[in-house]
């Protein structure tokens, strides 16, 4: 079945240390967007990517890192920068803008804690 | 850039009855849909929608476009209906923005 895999699911990392999360899809996107969600909260965008080797950012991107090197993965990098790291981050996928309908479909998400 | 803004916030219902939640937005869009996010996070995509009316079981939806609304009905509430519904919206690029949401809890 096609779908979008966020690994890990939940990770607990010290401060200052940087954590990367992985996300990869099967559905033949060409775009992904990474959210960030605070407890209550709606989603920020985080980093998107339209296309392979091109990302542009998002409302919140300070602190974060990505890279685009193959259609199905848009892996995100937290990094020691991010001062509140701690949410639940949601990667999703959806089609060209001019592709019938650009259903946006979601990854099962990936909860850091840092302590 | 496009502001989207979801009305009530919070929803208490007692199960069998029937809802509307909105969501308005700021300029025209192209794309406009609709989740729930269950109890463990997920999100699951209920319609895709930028303008006229879907149906799918108990509930439907209806965008506006020209008046930049869209409704989410929800007929014979269940407790499974329970969760978080969000309205996201885009507008000419890819970038899709979300509202705050509707906090849903359907007592048995």
């Known amino acids: 079945d096609g779908g979008i895999t966020q690994s890990p699911k939940y990770l607990f990392r010290k401060e200052g240390q940087n954590v990367t999360l992985s996300c990869e899809q099967n559905l033949n996107h060409d775009a992904m967007y990474w959210y960030r969600q605070d407890p209550g909260q709606g989603l920020r965008l985080i980093y998107y990517s339209q296309i392979v080797n091109d990302f542009q950012k998002g409302d919140i991107a300070e602190g974060y890192s990505v890279s685009r090197e193959k259609k199905e993965s848009f892996p995100l990098t937290v990094t020691s920068a991010q001062k509140n790291p701690t949410a639940f981050y949601l990667c999703a996928s959806s089609h060209r803008r001019n592709a019938g309908a650009n259903v946006l479909t979601f990854g099962a998400g990936s909860r850091l804690t840092v302590l | 850039g496009i502001q989207v803004e979801q009305s009530p916030p919070d929803l208490i219902l007692q199960e069998g009855a029937n809802s509307t939640l909105r969501c308005n937005f700021s300029?025209?869009?192209?794309?406009l849909q609709w989740f729930h996010q269950n109890p463990w996070g997920q999100l699951i995509n209920l319609f895709y929608?930028?303008?006229g009316t879907k149906q799918n079981g108990r509930l439907s939806a209806t965008t506006v476009a020209t008046e930049r609304y869209s409704l989410l009905y929800i007929s014979s509430s269940q407790t499974t209906d329970s969760g978080v519904y969000f309205c996201?919206?885009?507008?000419?690029?890819?970038?899709?923005?979300f509202g705050t949401g509707t906090r849903l809890k359907v007592l048995a």
């Open positions: 996201a919206a885009r507008s000419g690029t890819y970038k899709y923005i």
């Open positions: 300029d025209s869009v192209n794309n």
């Open positions: 929608i930028p303008s």
